[in-house]
């Protein structure tokens, strides 16, 4: 694998410039209140570090870029006809089963990779996930599993607020209590989470603060690389 060096500390590039503006921006601008902003600026930011990365680590095992499609289109879920079998009332039964091509859920993850129009890897992106949010993720690629179940299931922070050892960027990660208990009653998503910057995530201290400031480092971001990296391999 060739890892393009240059596309890599552009990231890095990147994500200085965008974090170490958001407090400037967020107080300048009148349209949005200042959380808000802040919010979905780091939000976009850890789409495109992510996007970036799968591009790269495709490049890196010769992938043909005709190859892969990354998107975020909903997915039709189809209700499950043991819950109608099970509704009580006789009429309301009939008339979902008349209609049960019109019963859907259109859910979606932020990044859906496609290679050779073959969903094969859903990517959760998140400026940083606390448990809370947790049991949102492990619902949504439940949903998704239930149409594609070979599916890889992935989340990229920026923070971790999971508890654990999450944010020690260790090679081997023992995870946390909570969330090891949420992901026992997902046992179909097998959920590999990546984070990119060292240390839990303070609520009083924000990155995007003056003397908070977490850097993105170039071995952090290269070993994410070489993981998806790993998993296109098979695609080759």
């Known amino acids: 694998m ?32 200042y959380g808000g902003m802040v919010r979905d600026v780091k939000g976009k ?17 010769g992938g043909e870029a005709k190859r892969l499609e990354i998107n975020s289109k909903k997915i039709e ?3 499950q006809k043991e819950y109608v079998d099970a509704i009580g009332d006789s009429e309301i039964r009939q008339y979902i089963f008349e209609n049960i091509e019109n019963y859907v859920y259109k859910t979606s993850v ?7 129009n073959k969903f094969v890897i859903g990517i959760e992106c998140k400026s940083y996930t606390e448990n809370a949010m947790m049991k949102r993720i492990l619902v949504d690629f439940h949903l998704l599993k239930i149409v594609y179940p070979d599916l890889k299931c992935w989340l990229f922070q920026l923070e971790s607020q999971l508890g ?5 960027l260790q090679q081997r990660c023992f995870g946390s209590r909570p969330t090891h208990t949420l992901m026992s009653f997902f046992k179909d998503v097998d959920l590999t989470i990546f984070t990119l910057l060292e240390g839990e995530r303070k609520v009083d201290k924000p990155i995007h603060i ?6 993105l480092k170039y071995p952090i971001l290269l070993d994410t690389a070489k993981h998806v990296a790993d998993e296109f391999k098979k695609f080759k």
């Open 2 to 33: 060739r890892f393009d060096t240059t596309a890599l500390k552009e990231l890095i590039r990147d994500y200085d410039a965008v974090v170490k503006v958001i407090d400037k921006d967020a107080r300048n601008q009148n349209e949005r209140a």
């Open 210 to 215: 003056h003397g908070y400031f977490k850097p």
């Open 77 to 79: 879920v189809p209700i």
């Open 164 to 168: 654990g050892d999450y944010s020690s």
């Open 110 to 116: 932020d990044k859906h990779i496609f290679i050779d």
């Open 45 to 61: 930011l850890q789409e495109h570090i992510t996007e970036e990365l799968v591009k790269i680590a495709w490049k890196s095992i």
